[in-house]
Nanobody
Framework: QVQLVESGGGLVQAGGSLRLSCAASGRTFSSYTMGWFRQAPGKEREFVAALRWNERSTYYGDSVKGRFTISRDNAENTVYLQMNSLKREDTAVYYC??????????????????WGQGTQVTVSS
């Protein structure tokens, strides 16, 4: 049974930092793409960042480039999202996702077949 469990969300002031974690279990993810998405109230779920577990390449949405960093710990089977210089518009529920994606479809939420339950990030001014 595949599980993705996010943690690390919370309330932070604008300009601050948070690190989200996604603990993955239940299968081998070495050939998978791991992604982070977010969804603010009344908005579509938005691509944030992705990486391929067995490659060095990382990908980011335009709104977070230069501020967020996605990384992984192979030994812990965990993916991280380091979020710096947070803005009020970063407020959302953040979701971890996994899928067998071998193309540029890493920005497409339908390409992922496993999702976590989400963790709330609230940025105050």
């Amino acid at each position: 049974q595949v599980q993705l469990v996010e943690s690390g969300g919370g309330l932070v002031q604008a300009g601050g930092s948070l690190r989200l974690s996604c603990a993955a279990s239940g299968r081998t993810f070495s050939s998978y793409t791991m992604g982070w998405f977010r969804q603010a109230p009344g908005k579509e779920r938005e691509f944030v960042a992705a990486l391929r577990w067995n490659e060095r390449s990382t990908y980011y949405g335009d709104s977070v480039k230069g501020r967020f960093t996605i990384s992984r710990d192979n030994a812990e089977n965990t993916v991280y999202l380091q979020m710096n210089s947070l803005k009020r518009e970063d407020t959302a529920v953040y979701y971890c996702a996994a899928g067998p994606i071998y193309s540029r479809a890493y920005t497409v939420r339908e390409a992922y077949n496993y999702w976590g339950q989400g963790t709330q990030v609230t940025v105050s001014s």
